[in-house]
């Protein structure tokens, strides 16, 4: 047997750190090539490391909560069988069928041709199972077992699957999986919080004993509050703001989520709102340019980011070239990207080489908001609360469906005239989304 070290990879984000969140392995673990080894937090994004090498974890060498440079051995593992363990006693038949459906599940879940990867990046998807072998039944007459068969079974979910079940409290042995070979899903997921009682956090928290809490800046909050100084104090911003009557586009809201073209789909005002910025730009093609010393550079092409707001920060990752695709490719594309940012697993270049963002604050109920420029972009728009108020319709008093747009650029590429026509293209949209059929 022979001793190996594994040192912290480059995860390709040209960084030079990254800091220990949390072990997802002990010593004396017996680990496979590609099982998850410790997640990584960098200033761009959570990464997730997979073993190169199949062994037992012999030691933790860096402490959770720590940050070291790339190349610092950070756990140790020793090649060869794990540490003997008793024999179990001979199978029943239906310990011999439990066996063969997680051999069932091992072989469903692992990808045709996954093997060796480059450290950093796991196979997708690959669930395996560490359960020690089972001898094979004896002819022997044997006790029923002492634990029912279902007290058995593995619990089989990916790790941004368990992640979420954490963030929202949920027991993942009482969540009945609905996947593949009974596989967990973030719907099981979902399922299970919202039967839970809704009171569950209704209580006011108790103050924390300590009087002051110090947070220290590192990683993702680092370079957030590097990049929002450097864009509040290096491009001029300025804001405008206007009350929208969103009514049709709730009716369109609405008659989409019953369109079987966008089953299973999640559609929202956000998605006309993306829609309606990407046509808006079309006819405003400044506000969707960069500055540099020497020269504007006007993009022909959307890279539309939408800013998400993590556990660990607030995150801008991009639809890449969203001026090309349809109603229903946005809104998968918006689907997949907000639930990546949400599990923390969004990769560096998808939020690189955006050219404007949305940031949706309607969510947290608010009304409108002045937002600081994503850095490189000239433009960002904010999208209100959608309620319901008293608005004039043909001289007379109704309720509506009302939000106010909003939004901040760079005053050294866009003038007034400018921003006022994009935003005004912006509500002409979201009053009336029949345009977008042009």
């Keep these: ?53 199949a062994g037992t974890v012999t030691e933790i060498l860096v402490a959770e909560g720590t940050t070291v440079d790339v190349g610092t051995p950070i756990v140790t593992v020793t090649d060869g069988a794990a540490a003997p363990v008793a024999a179990p006693a001979p199978a029943t038949d239906d310990a011999v069928a439990e066996a063969a459906a997680d051999t069932q599940a091992t072989i469903a879940a692992e990808p045709e041709g996954s093997g060796s990867v480059l450290v950093g990046y796991g196979s997708a998807g690959a669930v395996k199972s560490r359960r020690r072998g089972r001898p094979t039944p004896s002819s022997a007459p044997v006790p029923p077992p002492s634990v029912p068969a279902a007290a058995a079974s593995p619990i089989i979910a990916k790790p941004p699957i368990r992640k979420l079940a954490k963030d929202l409290g949920v027991d993942l042995s009482a969540v009945q999986g609905t996947g593949l070979v009974g596989e967990i899903t973030r719907d099981d997921v979902v399922r299970s919080a919202g039967q839970a009682s809704v009171f569950r956090n209704i209580e006011t928290p108790a103050w924390a004993p300590e009087r002051e809490e110090r947070i220290p800046v590192k990683g993702m909050r680092k370079a957030i509050a590097q990049a929002m100084v450097q864009s509040a104090f290096t491009a001029p911003h300025v804001s405008v703001f206007v009350d929208v009557d969103a009514t049709r586009t709730m009716e369109f809201v609405k008659r989409l989520k019953a369109s079987p073209d966008f089953a299973g789909v999640k559609v929202s005002p956000l998605l006309i709102m993306a829609r309606a910025i990407i046509w808006a730009v ?29 556990p660990r920060g607030l995150i801008v990752p991009n639809v890449k070239e969203a001026q090309g695709m349809s109603l229903l490719e946005l809104a998968k594309s918006l689907e997949q990207l907000t639930l990546t940012a949400r599990d923390g697993k969004t990769t560096p270049a998808d939020m690189q080489d955006g050219t404007i963002t949305i940031t949706n604050i309607g969510v947290f109920g608010m009304d409108t908001g002045t937002p600081i420029l994503n850095p490189g972009e000239v433009g960002i728009v904010a999208l209100g609360t959608i ?31 400018v921003v006022s026509r994009f935003i005004a293209d912006v509500a002409s949209i979201i009053e009336e989304p029949a345009l977008l059929l042009d």
Aim: glycine share 8%.
């Design 1 to 53: 047997m022979s001793e190996q070290s594994f040192p912290l990879p480059d995860v390709g984000e040209g960084l030079t750190e990254a800091e220990i969140v949390s072990w997802k392995v002990a010593p004396g673990d017996r680990v496979e090539i590609n099982d998850t080894l410790v997640e990584i937090e960098t200033a761009k994004s959570l990464v997730e490391l997979p073993s190169p090498f």
């Design 387 to 417: 309620k319901q108020k008293p608005w004039v319709v043909d001289g007379e008093v109704r309720p509506r469906f009302v939000t106010t747009i909003g939004g901040s650029f760079d005053h050294r590429v866009v003038d007034g005239d």
């Design 282 to 310: 079309r006819r405003n093609p400044m506000v969707n340019a960069t500055w540099t010393e020497n020269e504007i550079i006007v993009r022909h092409y959307v890279n539309l980011g939408i800013a998400a707001a993590t």
